[in-house]
């Protein structure tokens, strides 16, 4: 072998050298510091900075804002409730720790009582906002607003769900009594689930609304849940919208 070949091939051989030294401290930066949903940059599959791909965090442009179905003021035996529902038509993502504002205002314009607060709204679901007597003076008319000031939406886990099987009235012009049956579609048994029931005329205006919190229900157990109220509604009810407030689990991944 010729001085000429053997030059070609020491210089080839230093090139290789080269670039597979390159090419190993490259996979070893990226074995010790892999892409994460927490490093504050777009790396990996995602496709938003430490959202989408596989991480928990939805990207907020591939999630539909929450919306407030209605929000309504009403004298719940005198008393001054706010009653809203918020809908997340979302079939991929839940929202977790969602902020709201709810201001209520006189029938002339004046704002006399204000509420902010978190609620989490799995996908495709409805969950109430309830506060009661939320201020001390009790105006006969009112206006309710609820505004979602915030929200964060993750990728949507599988709950436990319970559903009303049937309900009863009793007393509707006196002391209205509103019995309802549910049943538990469940895995687990399931403690303290606030359950809210809400009353619509048949001009869909909210006539009463009370919450109780369902103690314990077991795996696919049927229970009686019970709610009351002192004076008689104005109207006949026609409608009663049902929410539970199922619960949900994150950060395990």
Known sequence: MDW???RQLFVIGIIAFVVLTLGGFFVFILTINPATCFDGEQNGAESGIDCGGGCELVC???ARPLTVSFAQYVLTDGRPDVIA???NSNTHADA?????LVEVYTDEGDLFARHDGVIDVPNESTRAIFIPRIASIAPTVARAFVTITEQTFFRAKDGPSLSVE?????DVST???LTVQI???LEESLRRIPFAATVFDIENTVLAVSQTVIDRIGIDESKEVIFTWNEG??????RVEFVFDTPRAYGDN
């Open 233 to 238: 509604f104005r109207d006949n009810p026609t």
């Open 183 to 185: 049943q538990g579609d």
């Open 166 to 170: 049937s309900f009863t009235w009793e």
């Open 85 to 87: 529902h918020i809908t």
């Open 96 to 100: 977790i720790s969602a902020e709201y």
């Open 4 to 6: 000429a070949r053997k």
């Open 60 to 62: 907020e442009n591939e």
């Open 175 to 177: 002391e209205p009594t």
